[in-house]
């Protein structure tokens, strides 16, 4: 969750919400989030493993747009293989950011017209 003080998208909370719709045991992680996405009209990004010393098992990132901008929102999936964290951009994953835009812009750019 978000750190209290800090505002959250209205995307980061409707992305929390398809994610607690969704039974990640029967659809497997990646399953939840392209359930999760196509629920907000969003898209996978991409789902990575984590560093092995780290928390999480896995590392996701779903594209949302407001109308405006597109926004990306990490998921992450802790070892215990069944929860779930959700992270909007800020200083802490900015290199996660600068990866999922530049791969969100690359992925834009192959699709056919």
């Known amino acids: 969750m978000p750190e209290t003080g800090k ?7 409707e ?10 045991v029967a ?4 399953g939840v989030l392209q359930k999760a996405a196509a ?14 010393d780290g928390d999480q098992q896995r590392i996701a990132a779903i594209s ?5 901008a597109d926004q990306l929102v990490f998921v992450m999936l802790g070892n215990d293989g069944t929860s779930l964290a959700v992270s909007a951009e800020d200083d802490e ?3 996660l950011t600068r990866l ?5 812009a690359v992925m834009k750019g192959l699709r056919p017209e």
């Open 100 to 104: 999922g835009k530049d791969y969100a």
């Open 27 to 30: 659809d497997g992680f990646e």
């Open 93 to 95: 994953t900015t290199l």
């Open 39 to 52: 629920l907000v009209g969003g898209e996978v990004v991409f789902n990575i493993r984590a560093p092995e």
């Open 15 to 24: 992305i929390e919400l398809a994610l607690g719709a969704q039974d990640i």
């Open 7 to 13: 505002a959250v998208s209205l995307e980061v909370v």
């Open 64 to 68: 949302v747009s407001d109308g405006a």
